[in-house]
């Protein structure tokens, strides 16, 4: 979530340091995880499911219904 709020702010160029610093970890443990930062780029843009699209699955009323 963080990465994700850098990117949108500082837009795809921002480096990896300064993702790291307003998630307070050091660049070396971003890269440990991520492994490059196009790939927690990509990961940080995905997203989320809406919310609305977990109530969906977890209503025991048939999907046709609900959209009825």
Same mark, same amino acid.
């Given at each position: 979530?963080?990465? @994700?709020?850098?990117f949108? =702010? *500082? ?5 990896? %340091?300064?993702?790291?610093? !307003? ?9 440990? @995880?991520?492994?490059?930062? =196009? *790939? ?5 843009? %995905?997203?989320?499911?809406? !919310? ?17």
């Amino acid at each position: 979530e963080i990465a @994700r709020a850098v990117f949108l =702010e *500082r837009g795809p160029d921002t480096t990896t %340091a300064a993702v790291a610093a !307003a998630a307070g970890v050091s660049e070396a443990l971003l890269f440990k @995880r991520f492994q490059t930062k =196009e *790939r927690l780029f990509q990961l940080a843009m %995905a997203g989320t499911q809406p !919310a609305w699209i977990a109530e969906l699955d977890a209503n025991t009323v048939p999907l046709p219904e609900q959209l009825e």
